[in-house]
């Protein structure tokens, strides 16, 4: 059985960078792809059972629905994940062909599947088909990785709002980071000690935020630098001392953090 198979046009440009980390990974893959869902049906007869098949999709109506159908049965005690580039941005409204539990975004797709693997080693069940979006959601939140880490790691965690600095400080202490979380007034870091990472919501953009940005550049000049943006501004992404990151979703977020460590 194999652990992972993939269908869908790998030569894609949009899926380049994704592809070529999964085949560093796993040296195999090549003899587990294939170019659509009715080519796994003809001659992927050994890999029916595989822990985790991928779809690469490049347009909304690339799969038709008899097709999906027959894929999401298939797979129903395994595991499937539809992977979209930006042209499908918009199906979750529009069109009705993947189930939300299915659809992950391109720039998201390499954590959840290294998520998703975590959880089949651990025999934890994958989330159905017929999942809600706040199923996902909360589901995606969860993770079965060991800490990396003993927990001496200190993270400062910046962020006007209240709601959401606790939720990503949640995640992280559950991964191991020792965290602070404080608000973007200046006057609040006074007496934080010097952390390994600086963790700054950059939303919304403006002057309190880039006061609060620069200040903590000033007083802890060794730490690396993390910034979440929803839309992050071309002045961010262009910066090589900031890893910009997306807002949305916070497991994710804590994946990349990890990454660049």
Same mark, same amino acid.
Not at 125 to 135: G, I, K, Q, V, Y
Not at 178 to 186: H, R, Y
Not at 243 to 250: N, T
């Given at each position: 059985m194999s652990e992972l198979v993939l269908i869908g046009d790998t030569e894609a440009p949009e899926f380049f960078g994704l592809v070529s980390r999964l085949r560093q990974e796993f040296p195999g893959l090549p003899k587990h792809t294939y170019l659509d869902i009715p080519a796994w049906e003809r001659i992927g007869n050994?890999?029916?059972?595989?822990?985790?098949?991928?779809?690469?999709?490049?347009?909304?109506?690339?799969? @038709?629905?008899?097709?999906?159908?027959?894929?999401?049965?298939? $797979?129903? #005690?395994?595991?499937? @994940?539809?992977?979209?580039?930006?042209?499908? +941005?918009?199906?979750?409204?529009?069109?009705r062909v993947w189930p939300h539990g299915t659809r992950i975004p391109l720039r998201y797709a390499y954590q959840v599947i290294q998520a998703e693997l975590r959880r089949i080693k651990s025999e934890r069940?994958?989330?159905?088909?017929?999942?809600?979006?706040?199923?996902v959601f909360l589901y995606r939140q969860s993770d079965d990785r060991p800490s990396s880490r003993p927990g001496h790691d200190a993270a400062l965690l910046v962020s006007p709002d209240r709601l959401y600095r606790s939720? @990503?400080?949640?995640?992280? $202490?559950?991964? &191991?980071?020792?965290?602070? &979380?404080?608000?973007? +007034?200046?006057?609040?870091?006074?007496?934080?000690?010097?952390?390994?990472?600086?963790?700054?919501?950059l939303d919304p953009h403006g002057d309190v935020m880039l006061e609060s940005l620069k200040e903590c550049r000033s007083r802890f000049p060794h730490a690396r630098? #993390? &910034?979440?943006?929803?839309?992050?501004?071309r002045s961010f992404i262009d910066d090589t001392d900031i890893?910009?990151?997306?807002?949305?979703?916070?497991m994710l977020a804590v994946d990349q953090i990890d990454s660049h460590i």
């Open positions: 050994n890999d029916r059972s595989s822990a985790l098949t991928v779809v690469l999709q490049s347009w909304s109506d690339e799969y @038709l629905p008899g097709e999906v159908d027959r894929l999401v049965g298939a $797979t129903l #005690f395994t595991g499937l @994940l539809c992977c979209y580039g930006a042209w499908c +941005e918009g199906d979750g409204r529009t069109h069940p994958m989330l159905p088909p017929t999942a809600a979006r706040d199923e939720t @990503l400080g949640s995640v992280m $202490t559950s991964c &191991g980071w020792n965290v602070t &979380g404080v608000s973007t +007034e200046p006057e609040k870091l006074s007496g934080v000690r010097p952390p390994h990472v600086v963790v700054h919501d630098l #993390f &910034g979440l943006a929803s839309q992050p501004q890893v910009v990151m997306p807002r949305l979703d916070p």
